[in-house]
């Protein structure tokens, strides 16, 4: 049991370029959620999704596509990244709703 | 949509002593409260939640008391140990599907 898998752990993307985040959890959890983190501004809700077909926009979308075609995996695509998506990103999951999450060890991606 | 207000942004306290970091909440619907610590480069882990039904909970040193009438929720944490500091984050729910988090309290206990 894995739990939360994130992919790369680290990465550097040139301005304009494009890359995916992948995502994946072992745990049969229907929610998951990406969030970002960036200093002095808490975890922002970037996208999430309550099933496989289904997902939702959070607090910060814009830059952002997700998409959900099986419960175990939620990849996150930056379309043209932009130094201001420089972040360390974090996929979580949870059983249900009302129920706590359980993070991915995160992804620390620098936009040059 | 629910909006989570924390404080303090920083705390410093001397081993031993107790802390208290609180958090304030804007949906009246909202019934689960997690608490999760973040250790410096590690992901948060949730060590304490709360739900709406129970004014408190405790487990060892670190409890959780509810107030939802003023929308407000508290971890407590006594006997501090340096170990215990890290950046601790709350959240509440974000209608029915996830989570949304406050900015977070960093938390240095001195020995």
């Known amino acids: 049991n894995a739990g939360v898998t994130q992919t790369p752990k680290f990465q550097v993307l040139k301005t304009g370029q494009s890359m995916t985040l992948q995502c994946a959890q072992d745990?049969?959890?229907?929610?998951m959620s990406w969030y970002r983190q960036d200093p002095g501004m808490g975890l922002r809700l970037i996208h999430y999704?309550?099933?496989?077909?289904?997902?939702d926009q959070g607090e910060v979308p814009n830059g952002y596509n997700v998409s959900r075609s099986t419960t175990e995996d939620f990849p996150l695509r930056l379309l043209s990244a932009a130094p201001s998506q420089t972040s360390v990103y974090f996929c979580?999951?949870?059983?249900?709703?009302?129920?706590?999450?359980?993070f991915g060890s995160g992804t620390r991606l620098t936009v040059v | 949509g629910e909006n989570v207000e924390q404080h303090p942004s920083t705390l410093s306290v001397q081993e031993g002593d107790s802390a208290v970091i609180k958090c304030t909440y804007s949906?009246?619907?909202?019934?689960?409260f997690p608490w999760y610590k973040q250790e410096l480069g590690k992901r948060p882990q949730l060590i304490i939640d709360?739900?709406?039904?129970?004014g408190e909970k405790k487990d060892q040193r670190i409890a959780v008391t509810l107030n939802k009438t003023a929308k407000h929720f508290s971890l407590h944490i006594t006997e501090t140990q340096p170990e215990d500091s890290a950046v601790y984050f709350c959240?509440?729910?974000?209608?029915?599907?996830?989570?949304?988090f406050g900015k977070g309290t960093m938390l240095l206990v001195s020995p």
């Open positions: 979580a999951s949870s059983r249900r709703d009302r129920d706590g999450y359980t």
């Open positions: 745990m049969n959890h229907e929610y």
């Open positions: 999704s309550v099933g496989a077909g289904i997902t």
């Open positions: 949906d009246s619907a909202s019934n689960y």
């Open positions: 709360i739900r709406s039904n129970v």
């Open positions: 959240a509440a729910p974000l209608g029915y599907s996830t989570l949304t």
